[in-house]
């Protein structure tokens, strides 16, 4: 990167402030369009408060970093010199929402005795970060405060970690899935903790995300609270042992008094405030990305190939009109080979049982499974396979069965149960991602945390859980997946992609949903499965029930199979966090939109002027007039695009509208 191009474009009203203010140790960085402004104060402690639109939506924030030598970043902190510029740049985006990215900010470096702190400004948000600048040596990171106060006690979706916990130390380890509270900021359970991304209420309609970027290395971020919310971090795992699902997970009994190891010269993760005026911006917010480590500038990602899969787990393997029994063997999964080349289904995954249970070693598959003749089956069929694997299984030999199973035909790996994001965890993901680079295999992290920009430097990872997706649906009663459904794309899927795996056939009204586990059924209407092809993002998109179902069902499976899954340009059309949400994406000269709400029917108009000048066709799904009463109800329709571009649409309760449009 010219470094001179950037200090060549830095703006003198960006500049003046900083010489001005030098003296009161106060540094002001305003964002390209001059609506957000953070102010840095510095001298014995450092601090930054943030500005929307000239009202107060972040109180003054203390900022530091503890050292197991007694240094502190952020104490005593006399800048010895402060760099101010703009930089701007397109960059392409390898399986993404987007074919490229305007990254455009306005930054500040402020640099100290050993170490700097970067801010930067964009139009829809503020980030910091640490950066050591020693030039050798190790140390450990004793704990990071970062602080967000908020000016008054506004209302949040707060993610609370898993329930069951008795002590904030169980609550490291994590599944991090769960559903939001909507509350005040003073009602935050003092006992629990909150996973990111986690999003505010500020005044007039403006929404403030958390999260965080550039994790490497170093334990993920937690909130704690109330008006007033305070970073935590896992401290580093001491002891851990083999245990937990199917001895598969590893279980820290123990822990050190520091949460990182580090060396000198690093940079640390960017904390993250994304701001908006109204809450559809925050489902097309780049900012993890955008702030993410590119990946190496002479890397050949042309063998990443994004798509969809055909998978057994949440259909329990439950085929019919078959000859033969259904299971966990060669002829069901030609069967899954079978539909997935019928419908022009990239892969198909073989999810938890390929291998010998309770074992954790993934050499060892199981006699129903001759997956030598698999491969060569779905070779034949231009399918590719995907292999299930849990995290004790892969962490014993992670180069070694990627090569082993790369060579064998194998196109990668669903990770599953790593339920931490401490240090040594996040490095593991790290491992994996390298290793499967390097012999061309996909990963998607199952039982995982929240993206962080992993996906940009490595492309060949495509999803990550941390979202209670639809499996929840196999066991839970009490759930309102349906409300869930209309907030995770606001906030969870503004850190990035969702392994929710959408697409069920057996459809439920809110009174007559029930947890089947092995015939299970989602809540709210059919037409809802299909808009959530356009509004989650997920470059590898389960169709989660049976292929016999889709068989049964032959008009949609057709509309959902010509989904893509990675776009050229999203487009937000509208949305409420929790009530409902409008999505547009575009693929070649094709647009797809999808539509969800609530358990509130509504009726939208959706704004296509996107779509500028000439005629448009469509094709589109929209919930039957009984499917108030039969969730599964229908109607298909193809007209024209109203030459005013407004279409009106009605959704039932749980209910949702999916359209193609072609011109």
Not at 157 to 168: A, K
Not at 304 to 329: E, L, Q, S, T
Request: aromatic share 12%; glycine share 8%.
């Amino acid at each position: 990167m010219a470094l001179k191009s950037m200090i060549a474009a830095s703006v003198l009203s960006l500049i003046l402030p900083l010489t001005a203010s030098a003296a009161k140790n106060s540094h002001v960085l305003t964002s390209p369009d001059g609506k957000i402004t953070v102010e840095i104060e510095t001298g014995g402690k450092v601090s930054y408060s943030v500005f929307f639109n000239g009202k107060e939506i972040l109180a003054p924030s203390e900022i530091a970093m503890s050292l197991d030598d007694g240094t502190v970043f952020g104490n005593d902190a006399k800048v010895k010199k402060a760099n101010s510029g703009t930089f701007r740049k397109v960059h392409p985006a390898v399986a993404y929402k987007k074919a490229s990215v305007e990254d455009h900010y306005n930054y500040l470096i402020l640099q100290f005795k050993n170490h700097s702190i970067e801010f930067r400004a964009f139009d829809n948000g503020v980030a910091y970060r640490f950066v050591s600048t020693a030039k050798r040596g190790t140390f450990n990171v004793k704990e990071e405060k970062a602080e967000f106060n908020f000016p008054k006690d506004w209302m949040a979706w707060i993610p609370y970690t898993n329930t069951g916990f008795e002590t904030l130390e169980e609550q490291f380890g994590s599944s991090f899935e769960n559903y939001y509270q909507h509350i005040n900021l003073s009602q935050w359970d003092a006992r629990r903790l909150a996973f990111l991304p986690l999003v505010v209420d500020a005044p007039d309609g403006v929404k403030i995300c958390i999260m965080e970027s550039d994790l490497y290395s170093y334990p993920g971020m937690y909130l704690r609270g109330a008006k007033n919310l305070k970073g935590v971090f896992a401290p580093y795992p001491d002891r851990i042992e083999q245990g937990g699902h199917n001895d598969l997970q590893g279980l820290v009994k123990t822990r050190k008094d520091f949460i990182a190891k580090a060396e000198a010269g690093r940079s640390f993760p960017w904390r993250i405030l994304g701001i908006v005026p109204e809450a559809k911006e925050l489902t097309n917010l780049d900012l993890v990305w955008q702030l993410s480590t590119p990946p190496a500038a002479d890397s050949d990602w042309s063998w990443v190939k994004p798509g969809k899969v055909a998978w057994d787990w949440w259909n329990d393997w439950n085929i019919y009109g078959v000859d033969f029994r259904a299971g966990i063997n060669n002829d069901t999964y030609k069967y899954y080979i079978d539909f997935a080349s019928e419908n022009g289904i990239e892969y198909v995954i073989l999810d938890e049982g390929w291998a010998v249970n309770r074992q954790a070693d993934l050499y060892q598959i199981v006699p129903e499974i001759d997956l030598r003749e698999l491969i060569a089956y779905a070779d034949s069929k231009q399918v590719g396979l995907i292999l299930w694997a849990g995290y004790w299984a892969l962490n014993r030999d992670i180069d070694g069965i990627c090569k082993h199973y790369a060579q064998m035909g194998i196109k990668g790996f669903k990770v599953d149960f790593m339920n931490r994001d401490d240090q040594p965890m996040v490095e593991f993901y790290e491992q994996v991602s390298a290793a499967a680079a390097k012999y061309h295999l996909l990963v998607d992290f199952h039982g995982a945390y929240k993206p962080t920009g992993l996906e940009r430097t490595y492309p060949n990872v495509l999803n990550f859980e941390g979202v209670a997706g639809l499996e929840q649906m196999k066991w839970s009663r009490d759930a309102d997946q349906v409300t869930y459904d209309c907030t995770i794309p606001f906030i969870r899927m503004a850190a990035g992609r969702m392994d929710y795996t959408q697409g069920a056939m057996r459809n439920a009204i809110r009174q007559n949903y029930r947890p089947v586990n092995s015939e299970a059924m989602s809540q709210g209407t059919r037409c809802r499965q299909l808009a959530e092809y356009a509004i989650f993002d997920a470059p590898l998109t389960m169709l989660c029930d049976s292929p016999s179902a889709y068989r049964a069902e032959p008009e949609c499976t057709e509309f959902i199979t010509s989904f893509p899954t990675t776009w050229d340009e999203t487009v937000p059309i509208c949305g409420e966090i929790g009530e409902y949400v409008a999505i547009a994406r575009r693929k070649g000269d094709s647009w797809y939109v999808g539509a969800i709400t609530n358990w509130t029917p509504r009726d939208l108009t959706l704004d296509l002027s996107f779509l500028g000048s000439g005629s448009w066709s469509m094709t589109a799904f929209e919930d039957g007039i009984n499917a108030d009463r039969i969730a599964r109800d229908y109607v298909k329709r193809t007209l024209a695009v109203p030459e005013g571009k407004q279409v009106n649409i009605r959704m039932a309760p749980g209910g949702g509208w999916a359209a193609i449009l072609t011109k």
